[in-house]
């Protein structure tokens, strides 16, 4: 079933098993208000297990570019299209959210970025590939935040 996030009012809906339930709320919510603000986009999930295409999208682009395999459970995602800009979202029980921002046109960026939720560990496929700056947010306290470049097509 699909869920419309509310960046005004931050919900845990969907998200309950996970031990940062509040916080990735917050950085989901967070993702909502900026998709929302620039491209007047409702930001809109739906349980992992009702999206094999994306969880293998996302799984296969990870898996050939910097050969990572995650362990945490997935618990939703996003995928969808503003601009020229395909988006898909993983958001993991243990707080971690992967994006992957792909043009389809060649012209500009793509690339996968990992947030991690306030209070979370960075996980351990990540932790010496990796590298991670800190960004303020009302809705989602300190995000911690790194990406790499994909080069090849998907």
């Known amino acids: 079933m699909a869920y419309t996030v509310d960046y005004r009012e931050p919900s845990i ?45 996302v799984t296969k682009i990870l898996k050939s570019e910097r050969d990572i395999e995650l362990s ?33 046109d060649n012209v500009g960026k793509r690339a996968v970025g990992f947030k991690l939720s306030e209070g979370m560990a960075v996980p351990q496929e990540l932790a010496e590939k990796f590298k991670f700056a800190r960004q303020r947010s009302k809705l989602a306290g300190t995000i911690r935040g790194s990406f790499f470049v994909i080069k090849g097509e998907y």
């Open 13 to 57: 809906v969907g998200l309950e098993t996970s031990p940062v339930a509040k916080a990735l709320a917050g950085l989901r919510a967070n993702e909502a208000r900026y998709f929302m603000n620039k491209y007047n986009h409702e930001f809109t999930v739906i349980p992992a297990s009702e999206s094999s295409s994306t969880m293998a999208y």
């Open 72 to 104: 945490a459970k997935a618990l939703e995602t996003s995928r969808f299209q503003v601009d020229n800009i395909k988006w898909a979202y993983v958001f993991y029980e243990d707080g971690l959210v992967v994006n992957v921002l792909y043009t389809i």
